[in-house]
C-alpha cells in the first residue's frame, strides 16, 4: 500500500469515531434538522465540514501548536466557544412550541433560516471548540509523517471533511422524513428543552476544559 493511503486510512479509522461521537455538532444538526427543516440542516452540515477545514489549515501551518502552547489564546477560543453554547442553549430554552408544516417538509421547503445564518450556525459550532486544536494536532502528529506534503495533508483534510458533511446530511435526511418531523413536532416544546439544557451543559463542559 502506498504510504500516503495508509496514512489517509489511519486517519480516517480514527476520524471515524470522533465524527459518530455525540457533541455539540451532532446536537446543532439535530435541531437545525428538526426545527428549520432538510435544507438548513444541510447547509449548517456543509459549515462544520467547512470549520473542518479551518482547523486542518492551521493545524497544518503550525499555528495549531501555538494555540495549544498558549493559555491566553486558548482562554479566548475556549470562552468564545463557552459564550457560543450557552447563547444557542437559552435560546432554545425559550423557545417553546413550533409548529412544523409536515407537508411542506416532505417537499423540502420549509426553511424560515436563512442560507448564511444556517451556515454560520454549523460553522461557529465547530470552530469555537478548542478542543479540535489538540484533536487535529494530535491525529496529525502521530499519524502523518513529517516528510508528507503539505499539498497531500490538505488533501486528507478535504477527504475528513467530505466525510464529515456526508455523515451530518445522512442525519439531515433521516431527522427530516414526514414520520420523523409529526413525532417531533408534537414533541417540540420539550426537544427545544432537552436541545437548549445539552447545548448549556456542553458550554459548562468546555468551560471546565483545561490547556493540555
Known amino acids: 500500500?502506498?504510504?500516503?493511503?495508509?496514512?489517509?486510512?489511519?486517519?480516517m479509522a480514527v476520524f471515524s469515531?470522533?465524527?459518530?461521537?455525540?457533541?455539540?455538532?451532532?446536537?446543532?444538526?439535530m435541531r437545525q434538522s428538526i426545527l428549520q427543516g432538510?435544507?438548513?440542516?444541510?447547509?449548517?452540515?456543509i459549515g462544520i465540514g467547512t470549520?473542518?477545514?479551518?482547523?486542518?489549515?492551521?493545524?497544518?501551518?503550525g499555528l495549531g501548536l501555538i494555540i495549544s502552547?498558549?493559555?491566553?489564546?486558548?482562554?479566548?477560543?475556549?470562552?468564545?466557544?463557552?459564550a457560543y453554547l450557552l447563547y444557542i442553549g437559552v435560546k432554545s430554552l425559550r423557545a417553546g412550541k413550533?409548529?412544523?408544516?409536515?407537508?411542506?417538509?416532505?417537499?423540502?421547503?420549509?426553511?424560515?433560516?436563512?442560507?448564511?445564518?444556517?451556515?454560520?450556525?454549523g460553522f461557529a459550532a465547530n470552530a469555537l471548540n478548542p478542543k479540535a486544536v489538540f484533536f487535529f494536532l494530535s491525529i496529525f502528529s502521530t499519524v502523518v509523517s513529517a516528510h508528507t506534503p503539505m499539498q497531500v495533508k490538505f488533501g486528507y483534510g478535504l477527504v475528513m471533511a467530505?466525510?464529515?458533511?456526508?455523515?451530518f446530511i445522512g442525519v439531515s435526511l433521516f431527522m427530516t422524513t414526514p414520520k420523523m418531523r409529526a413525532g417531533f413536532s408534537r414533541a417540540?416544546?420539550?426537544?427545544?428543552?432537552?436541545?437548549?439544557?445539552?447545548?448549556?451543559?456542553?458550554?459548562l463542559k468546555l468551560a471546565a476544559e483545561k490547556a493540555g
Open 98 to 121: 413550533t409548529e412544523m408544516n409536515v407537508e411542506a417538509s416532505s417537499r423540502d421547503e420549509p426553511p424560515q433560516q436563512s442560507t448564511i445564518r444556517a451556515f454560520l450556525l
Open 188 to 203: 417540540s416544546q420539550w426537544i427545544n428543552r432537552v436541545s437548549g439544557a445539552v447545548f448549556i451543559m456542553l458550554g
Open 17 to 29: 469515531f470522533a465524527i459518530v461521537a455525540p457533541g455539540a455538532d451532532l446536537a446543532m444538526v
Open 51 to 61: 470549520s473542518l477545514m479551518f482547523h486542518v489549515t492551521y493545524t497544518i501551518l
Open 69 to 82: 502552547q498558549s493559555i491566553y489564546l486558548f482562554n479566548i477560543v475556549k470562552w468564545c466557544g463557552v
Open 162 to 167: 467530505t466525510a464529515l458533511i456526508a455523515w
Open 38 to 45: 432538510r435544507r438548513a440542516a444541510i447547509v449548517t452540515s
Open 1 to 11: 500500500m502506498h504510504p500516503y493511503l495508509f496514512e489517509l486510512a489511519s486517519l
